[in-house]
C-alpha cells in the first residue's frame, strides 16, 4: 500500500506531458487523459484515506534515501482525507469547464494550455499534501504558482494580466520568506524532514523556535489569505473564468490552512502563538464579512465571505485542542465543497444573466428554477442553516471554544455567531436581487456570457473566434433561438454570442458538486469520527514520528 502514496503527484504530471504531445489535434484524446487521470486521482485518494485510518500513517522515500537526504511522502488520515476531498472538487470542476468549452476555445495558440496547467495544479496541491519535508512542501507550492499564473491569465486581458501579476508578485514575496525559513530551520536543526523537526525543535531556544514558528505562519497565512495577508484574494480570483476561481477560491487557500494545521500541530506543538492566530481569525470573520455586505459584484462578494470564513479554521486552529482540532478539519472539508460550488454557481448565473452585478439581475427563480436550487442548498449551507455540514461545523468550533473557556474563546465564539448571520444576511441578499424580485428594465436573462465588460480593455470590443460564448439579449423579434444555436447579439452595450442553454456538463458537475455537500451533512456522524480521529493522531504526533523514521 505504501507504493500507492507517490501516484497522486506522478500520475497528474505523467498526464501533463501526454496532454501536451497531443495538444490541440487530438482534443478528445486530451480531454479523455484529463478526465481519467483525475478520477484515478480521486480512486487512489480514498484507497490511501481508508488505509491511513485502519493502519496509521503511510509513508515512502523516493530513491530509498533515509531522511534528511530523501524526499519523503507521508499519507496520514489528515493528508488522506484532503487528498480525498481535493480530487472529487477538482473533478467536478474539470468536467464543468469541459461542458463551458474553456479548454478548447484558444485555438490560436501553438499547444491547448488549459489541460497541462490544470493537471500540474492537482499534481502541485497533491505533493503539499504529501509532503514529509519542508523542501518538498516548497516544492509543492512553487508548482501549484506556475500552474496557477496560467490559469488566472487565460484569455490574455488586461484585468487577467493585472490580476495574476499581483498574484504572482504576493505568492513570490511568500515564496522568498518560504525558502529563509528552511534554511533557518535546516542551519538550527540540520534537517527539514517534518518528522525529524518535530524531536529536534524542542531542543532549540524558545526564541528560535518562536521565529521560526511565525516566519511559517506567515507563509501559509499568506497562502490561506488570512486577514491581514488577504488584500490580494478579492482582486485576483474575481477576474479568472469560473472553474478557475472556483478550484482556486475552494482548494488552494485550504492547502494553505492545511499547512498551518501540520506545522502547529507536529513542529510547534504548545500553542505559544495561539492568542495571535484567534486575533487574526477574528479579524478575518469581521472584515471579511463586512466586505461582503458591501459587495454588488457576486464574485467579490463571494471573495469575500472565503476570507470571513478562513477565519472559522484559524479558530479552531488557535484553540489548539483535540475537539477544536477536530471541528477546524470538518469545517475545511465542508469549505472546500460549498466555496467551489458557489463559484460554480456564479458561473452559470452569468452565463444566463449576462453579468455579475447583482444590481442588473433579477427574476431567474423564475426563469432558472433549478438554477435557483443549485444556489440556494450552499448558499443556506455556508451561512450554517441547520441540519447543514455548514452549521455541523461551526457548531464544533463554538463547543470546543466554550469548552476552552479563555476570553478569546469566547469573543471568537461570539464573533462566529455574527458572522454566521451576517452571511446569511449576504446569502439572502443575493436570492433576493439575482432570483427572488422581478427582472430589472432592459435586463433579458436569455442564454449565455463568460466574460463582462469590466474583463476586457477599452480598445478590446471584437468579440472574435478566440472569445468564450456568452449570453445576450432576446434576438430580434422577441422569439428565444433554437436550443444550442449561437447568435450575435448584444447585452447592455457589449457585443456577445450567445446560446439559449447552458452546457448540460456544466449543470451536471455544480449538482454533483451540490450532492457533494450534502453528503457530508448526510455522513455527518462517520465523518465527524473520522476527523476527531484524524484530531488525536495530530496532538499524539508518534505515529507519525515513527511510521517515517521507525519506532
Known amino acids: 500500500m505504501n507504493a500507492l502514496v507517490p501516484l497522486p503527484v506522478l500520475l497528474p504530471l505523467c498526464a501533463t506531458g501526454l496532454s501536451l504531445a497531443f495538444g490541440t489535434r487530438l482534443a478528445h484524446f486530451q480531454r479523455f487523459i484529463s478526465v481519467a487521470v483525475l478520477t484515478a486521482v480521486l480512486g487512489l485518494s480514498v484507497a490511501l484515506m481508508i488505509a491511513a485510518d485502519r493502519r496509521g500513517p503511510l509513508s515512502v522515500h523516493l530513491g530509498d534515501f533515509a531522511p534528511p537526504l530523501g524526499v519523503t511522502l507521508v499519507a496520514d488520515r489528515l493528508s488522506g482525507l484532503m487528498l480525498t476531498v481535493s480530487s472529487a472538487v477538482t473533478l467536478a470542476v474539470l468536467v464543468y469547464s469541459l461542458g463551458q468549452g474553456m479548454a478548447d476555445r484558444d485555438k490560436e495558440t501553438p499547444v491547448a494550455v488549459f489541460h497541462p496547467a490544470y493537471l500540474i495544479l492537482v499534481a502541485g496541491v497533491s505533493c503539499c499534501f504529501l509532503a514529509g519535508d519542508l523542501v518538498n512542501l516548497y516544492v509543492g507550492f512553487e508548482i501549484m504558482l506556475v500552474a496557477s499564473f496560467v490559469l488566472l491569465t487565460l484569455g490574455g486581458t488586461g484585468p487577467r494580466i493585472r490580476a495574476g501579476s499581483t498574484y504572482v508578485i504576493i505568492s513570490l514575496f511568500s515564496s522568498m520568506l ?18 525529524q523537526l518535530a524531536l529536534r525543535l524542542p531542543e532549540l531556544p524558545l526564541g528560535v523556535q518562536t521565529l521560526l514558528q511565525a ?32 478550484v482556486f477560491a475552494g482548494l488552494l487557500t485550504k492547502v494553505g490552512i492545511y499547512c498551518m494545521l501540520r506545522t502547529e500541530t507536529l513542529l510547534f ?25 458591501a459587495q454588488t459584484d457576486l464574485k467579490r462578494l463571494l471573495s469575500f465571505t472565503l476570507i470571513s470564513h478562513i477565519g472559522y479554521m484559524v479558530f479552531g486552529i488557535g484553540l489548539a485542542t483535540r475537539d477544536a482540532y477536530g471541528g477546524a478539519i470538518f469545517y475545511v472539508v465542508h469549505h472546500i465543497t460549498v466555496q467551489t460550488t458557489l463559484f460554480l454557481v456564479a458561473g452559470l448565473i452569468e452565463r444566463r444573466g449576462g453579468t455579475n452585478e447583482l444590481t442588473r439581475l433579477g427574476g431567474m427563480a423564475r426563469a432558472a428554477p433549478l438554477l435557483a436550487v443549485l444556489f440556494f442548498v450552499p448558499a443556506m449551507n455556508l451561512a450554517g442553516i441547520p441540519p447543514l455540514s455548514g452549521f455541523i461545523g461551526k457548531l464544533g468550533l463554538m463547543r470546543a471554544g466554550v469548552a476552552e473557556g479563555s476570553v478569546w474563546a469566547w469573543i471568537l465564539v461570539a464573533g462566529s455567531t455574527v458572522t454566521s448571520l451576517l452571511t446569511l444576511y449576504v446569502m439572502a441578499k443575493v436570492w433576493n436581487l439575482a432570483f427572488w424580485r422581478k427582472e430589472p428594465p432592459g435586463q433579458t436573462a436569455y442564454g449565455t456570457v463568460l466574460e463582462s465588460a469590466d474583463e476586457t480593455d477599452d480598445d478590446d ?57 450534502l453528503a457530508f451533512t448526510v455522513l455527518a456522524g462517520p465523518l465527524t469520527a473520522y476527523t476527531d480521529r484524524s484530531a488525536d493522531e495530530l496532538v499524539e504526533r508518534t505515529p507519525y514520528v515513527e511510521e517515517v523514521l521507525g519506532p
Open 215 to 246: 516566519m511559517l505562519l506567515t507563509v501559509f497565512a499568506i497562502k490561506a489569505a488570512v486577514f491581514p495577508l488577504a488584500a490580494w484574494l478579492p482582486d485576483s480570483y474575481p477576474t479568472a473564468p469560473a472553474p478557475v476561481t472556483a
Open 461 to 517: 470590443v471584437d468579440p472574435g473566434p478566440d472569445r468564450i460564448p456568452g449570453t445576450g439579449d432576446e434576438p430580434a423579434g422577441g422569439t428565444p433561438r433554437p436550443a444550442g444555436q449561437a447568435v450575435a447579439a448584444s447585452l447592455q452595450g457589449r457585443a456577445v454570442i450567445t446560446t439559449t442553454r447552458p452546457p448540460a456538463a456544466m449543470t451536471a458537475a455544480t449538482a454533483g458538486a451540490v450532492a457533494l455537500g
Open 269 to 293: 506543538p504548545g500553542n505559544r502563538l495561539g492568542d495571535l492566530l484567534m486575533a487574526a481569525a477574528l479579524a478575518s470573520m469581521a472584515v471579511g464579512i463586512l466586505g461582503a455586505v
Open 178 to 195: 518560504f525558502l529563509t525559513a528552511i534554511a533557518m530551520a535546516y542551519a538550527a536543526a540540520g534537517t527539514a524532514n517534518f518528522a
